[in-house]
């Protein structure tokens, strides 16, 4: 099913974004009722899916040739909500 690498680097992608949604849900938690347990593993998870896009993202870029501008700003969606969403339609479809 997600044979290539460019494949397995948008589910990521998906993943992390889906990650960075969940800490809307899980601050509030956190920090207006005194139930930080879930931000505790929504951070893990997204720690370690944001480790995973980096890496998979130096895989695609050397595997497909990106040119350094689309590697920028394909790192740079990965630090703003619904940015992996965004690069997924713009950048990462080839």
């Given at each position: 099913m997600f044979k290539t690498t460019l494949d397995k680097?948008?589910?990521v992608a998906f993943l992390e974004g889906c990650s960075f949604i969940l800490?809307?849900?899980?601050m509030p938690l956190k920090y207006?009722?005194?139930?930080?347990?879930?931000?505790?593993f929504v951070g893990m998870a997204h720690g370690v899916l944001f480790i995973a896009y980096v890496v998979l993202l130096a895989l695609v870029v050397i595997q497909y040739k990106w040119p350094m501008k689309k590697a920028i700003l394909a790192f740079l969606a990965s630090f703003v909500p619904f940015g992996t969403f965004y690069a997924d339609k713009k950048l990462f479809r080839e």
């Open positions: 680097f948008r589910v800490f809307g849900i899980t207006m009722l005194g139930f930080p347990k879930p931000n505790y």
